[in-house]
């Protein structure tokens, strides 16, 4: 993996700012390119690129009868779609079927599969990846399941987790990281926004970060995730960004 700072140099959306005439290089690449010759940063191994994989709990009662929905969500796509009813004993094969019904032609069948470790949802879990095309592979697939008219004894939907989130590779995320110029500050795309441990780095003034390069680090963020989060949080922090020009 190449050195983060490297890569970020070689950004393009947004790209580094150019040189500025009466100055050879602008503050923020001179500086990206001090931290690739002294830090030698890689990715860690979570913001390196991912497809998305999210496992659903078998039901909880006992379901006799009745349907379920499956919906997907591709928030860095602006796509999201619903199938139609499944029956509460579908196998695996007949709910990835019912998702690429559901699909629309920005995600073509076979996008996510669905495999089962058991025979369906009455007696054992789903897993569904994300692994197809560009718009679903190593991007935010949120999956959630809908109890339309379960019918037996007290069923219940199983929860969703998110076993790993999909998303491209961070090179931001990783900046903010080891320059610390904030901790608690990132998340996964698609996760609700809550910051419970951001600090400032105000103590080691001198060795902070220039203003102008945790800005354009907040406009790569928002270009890595699809949302403007960690943007908004490095402007809480450092409320002196919202004067840069």
């Not at 928030?75 to 139609?84: D, K, L, V």
């Not at 989130?165 to 809550?194: M, Y």
Request: hydrophobic share 40%; charged share 15%; proline share 4%.
């Amino acid at each position: 993996m190449a050195n983060i700072f490297t890569n970020l140099i070689a950004n393009t959306s947004p790209a580094v700012p150019a040189a500025i005439v009466g100055r050879a290089e602008s503050r923020i690449k001179n500086y990206l390119q001090r931290m690739e010759t002294s830090m030698k940063s890689k990715l860690s191994s979570t913001n390196t690129e991912a497809n998305e994989v999210s496992v659903i709990a078998a039901f909880g009662g006992t379901a006799t009868g009745g349907n379920f929905t499956i919906s997907v969500d591709l928030p860095t796509r602006g796509i999201s779609y619903t199938t139609a009813s499944i029956a509460h004993d579908a196998a695996d094969s007949v709910i990835e079927t019912a998702l690429d019904s559901a699909s629309p032609a920005t995600v073509p069948d076979g996008d996510i599969a669905v495999v089962g470790s058991a025979t369906n949802f009455t007696d054992g879990t789903m897993t569904f990846t994300a692994n197809g095309s560009a718009n679903v592979s190593a991007m935010p697939a949120l999956i959630t399941i809908t109890d339309v008219d379960l019918s037996g004894t007290d069923p219940t939907v199983g929860a969703v987790t998110r076993s790993t989130p999909g998303r491209k590779n961070r090179n931001g995320h990783q900046a903010i990281s080891d320059l610390n110029i904030a901790l608690g500050c990132t998340h996964n795309a698609g996760e609700a926004a809550v910051l419970t441990t951001a600090v400032a780095n105000y103590v080691g003034w001198p060795d902070r970060a220039p203003l102008d390069v945790i800005k354009w680090l907040g406009d790569v963020i928002t270009k890595e995730e699809g949302n403007n989060y960690t943007k908004l949080q490095l402007e809480t922090l450092y409320p002196e960004l919202l004067n840069l020009n």
